[in-house]
């Protein structure tokens, strides 16, 4: 992925002037961009390591204190509920002090929760436990997604939005995997497993207070590309869209009841059925039972790391909306696999279902900011990983009642199928122009309007990027214009179609 401004060094040169964004700031700020998605990816995995503690361990859990099926769903539900209920006034938080100082609260604040589970004496300690370490990594999404949402241009978010889920499948993968190495290690001691997330946290908290360089919004800092759209009269900010942010909303929203309730399940789901032998028979070893679950959901996990990257890879601007669709679609025969699958087929089915489930987000994360005004991008992911993770935490105990009364795994995942159908349904609404006003429309339009047809992204951020630069410096406007027209004709169009930059040239 290139990481570009809207102007290059070879524009200060055709206009004989020296560019405030020359060869080394350009490099500095691509460098500064690609440390915020390393960081923030960063955090991202460690937030779903977090999210996937408890399912990693709640076998063990549930024997150290005689907890039944239902109850081991109750301790899901009290990491989730707080992880999603937390979310919308985590987005108020980070609007009002920043993305930065709420990141390193959410990973110091989960460095000392985990640690405390040592200390751990009673079920009712850990479900207060869960409750306040859900709370903490309530706080990742609005501040982390934001960040990446305003530093990035809708035509670049996509990738960077796969970057960044590519590392949260890998933190989902990361949580049974190490559960089960520290279950091998300390034969079924749940509780170093979580003083080993408390060193995670602390230390990647540092590193963030650090390194993290904060993102300075739009309405702090006029770009070349801002002054041009508001000479020419064709600025139109982002404005709140109630109706495609509702729709997007409530599809996350069943699409997170669908991700609860698999997951928490699933190292137990890959055990039963004899679904694990495959790995025995590979490693040569005898593996525990507990340890065994982990590593298999681990195997099925990463495979959702494969298909967040092509998600990112594949997606562009226009296409989005239909492949959200086709992606929360693609939930529904997997769901129907694993509900008739038996033995190592299980294993395959469960890789196959994460590979499809995990490719909606980049696609949704990308598709979400472009209803939502850039200062408010934080609240509006805090409300959305609100309802995903607050109604989603409904699925554990839901999945649980069902396979308490039906058993075996099948009216439950067929109910999830059908919620993932009406998921499918909702980003179909946003390809009618009456219901959904898109970023990338406006920019598209906007294109139009200033150089008659569409031009690529590198002539186009070169030709904004030289005229905004001019409307800023009146002093040397004759001769660079003069220059500039002879470069590209398409400019006389951008020019004359504002009275005001008519004005200013002459």
Known sequence: MTWRLWTSPATSLCCGTQSPFSESRWVSHTSRVLRTILLVSAAHALVHLLEQSIASVEQVICVDFSLTLEQSGLLGSALRLPYGIGAFFAGLMADRFGEKRILVL???????????????????????????????????HPAGLALLANQTTPAERARALGIHGVFG?????????????????????????????????????????????????????????????????????????????????????????????????????????????????????????????NYAAALALVCGAFGQWLAGAMARPKSVPVLLSIVYAGNIPMLIWMTMATGTSRLVAACLWAFVHFMNQPLYNSLLPEFLPRNRRSVGFGFSNMMGFGVGAFGPPLVAQFDERFADYTLSYLMLAGLAFVAAVLPLLLLSKSFAVREYDQ?????????????????????????????????RLDGSVSCLFRMSPSLNRAIRISPSVARLRS
């Open 443 to 475: 920019a598209w339009q906007q294109r139009r309007l200033l150089f008659g047809k569409p031009c690529t992204l590198r002539r186009d951020h070169l030709l904004r990027g030289a005229c905004g630069r001019l409307i800023s410096s009146r002093s």
């Open 106 to 140: 959410y990973l110091a604040g989960a460095a000392l929760t985990s640690g405390s589970f040592w200390l751990s004496d009673s079920s009712g300690m850990v479900y207060s436990q869960l409750f306040v370490l859900g709370a903490f990594a309530s706080m990742y």
């Open 169 to 293: 499948s890998l933190g989902i993968a990361s949580a049974p995997f190490l559960a089960g190495l520290m279950l091998s290690i300390w034969q079924d001691d749940w509780k170093a497993y979580y003083v080993l997330l408390g060193l995670l946290s602390g230390g990647l908290a540092l590193g963030v207070w650090l390194l993290l360089k904060p993102v300075v919004h739009d309405h702090e800092v006029r770009t070349p590309n801002t002054d041009l759209a508001a000479v020419t009269g064709l600025a139109k900010p982002i404005r709140f869209q109630p109706g495609p942010y509702t729709a997007l909303v409530i599809g996350t929203a069943l699409g997170g009841t669908v991700y609860g309730g698999v997951l928490h399940f699933l190292p137990r789901y890959l055990k039963e059925a004899g679904a694990l032998s495959v790995l025995e028979r590979f490693s040569g070893y005898s593996i525990s039972d507990a340890a065994l679950g």
